[in-house]
């Protein structure tokens, strides 16, 4: 089979993948502002789910669960940044779709079969980063930050403070707009550190890196990483331990997986004989 049998049908001219890409950008805008407008409508019932953990972390303390409005726009302005993500997230699996609909024509069959199991794994593994952050590590936080009051009724309990005053006390007040900015935050972050492995495999897969070239770069990789977990992660040594022990791992995934495309590459080159040998290579011009 020839390799022009081998790939789509994609002989039209340049003004019509120009109206193609249009099309699919015109249809994208208008997934994405229906279903903004969706996210605006439910942002409550879907805020509710996002106050959930700092909701159990108080009731845990024993404390009323209250955020209030610092400015007046506040209420609005966090309703329009739920509806802006909330709107995107819903959309981006027909995103997604259109951008492989642009993309297919012009990959071949192989190709297809290698970048869509990426496609399919990227929000999947965003959605697994973002639990992660949901649950574990949102819980971890709050309970760190609110820590604080507890040091103030102490020093209230201890009959004064440092300066002298005595404080009566301090219960948590905090602002909707902050909580839900922190919030995200952390569930993007970690959302994004999930696609690491991802990232690293499509590049492999690409021949951009290698696993020997990531094997080398391990000390790299665990000092970047600790930076992560320290910038995004409340400044204590247990939740940066539990960042590191589950992104790292994701790291040395993807060393297993590009080694294994390596291998089903080296493999087939082999089988057309047209596999050469790098290192053997480098020995002789040596």
């Not at 409508?41 to 409005?69: D, K, T, Y």
């Not at 199991?117 to 609110?146: D, E």
Request: hydrophobic residues 55%; proline residues 5%.
């Amino acid at each position: 089979m020839s390799k022009t049998e081998t790939i789509d049908e994609s002989s039209a001219p340049l003004m019509e993948h120009l109206k193609e890409l249009r099309n699919r950008i015109l249809i994208s805008i208008a997934t994405y502002a229906v279903f903004f407008i969706l996210a605006y409508v439910v942002w409550q019932p879907i805020f509710n789910i996002l106050s959930h953990p700092m909701c159990q972390v108080m009731a845990s303390r024993g404390e009323e669960c209250r955020l209030v409005l610092v400015k007046m726009q506040e209420g609005f302005f966090v309703a329009i940044r739920i509806a802006l993500w909330g709107g995107f997230v819903m959309a981006f699996p027909i995103i997604a779709h259109q951008l492989w609909r642009f993309v297919a024509p012009g990959l071949y069959r192989a190709e297809k079969a290698a970048f869509l199991p990426f496609l399919v794994a990227s929000p999947v593994m965003f959605f697994l980063g973002a639990s992660f952050a949901y649950f574990v590590m949102l819980p971890f936080a709050f309970n760190f930050f609110l820590g604080f009051a507890d040091t103030f009724q102490e020093q209230a309990a201890a009959g004064g403070s440092v300066l002298g005053a005595v404080p009566t006390g301090v219960v948590y007040q905090g602002s909707i707009e902050a909580y839900l900015s922190l919030t995200m935050t952390f569930i993007m972050a970690f959302g994004l550190c999930f696609q690491l492995p991802v990232l690293l495999t499509l590049m492999g897969r690409a021949g951009l890196i290698s696993s020997k070239g990531l094997k080398h770069t391990r000390k790299y990789a665990v000092v970047a990483i600790l930076a992560v977990a320290a910038i995004v992660t409340p400044p204590d040594v247990m939740s940066q331990a539990i960042v590191f022990a589950v992104v790292y791992p994701l790291y040395e995934i993807s060393i297993f997986l590009i080694a294994r495309f390596e291998r089903q590459r080296e493999a087939r080159a082999r089988a057309d004989g047209t596999w050469v040998d790098e290192d053997e290579d480098e020995e002789g011009a040596a």
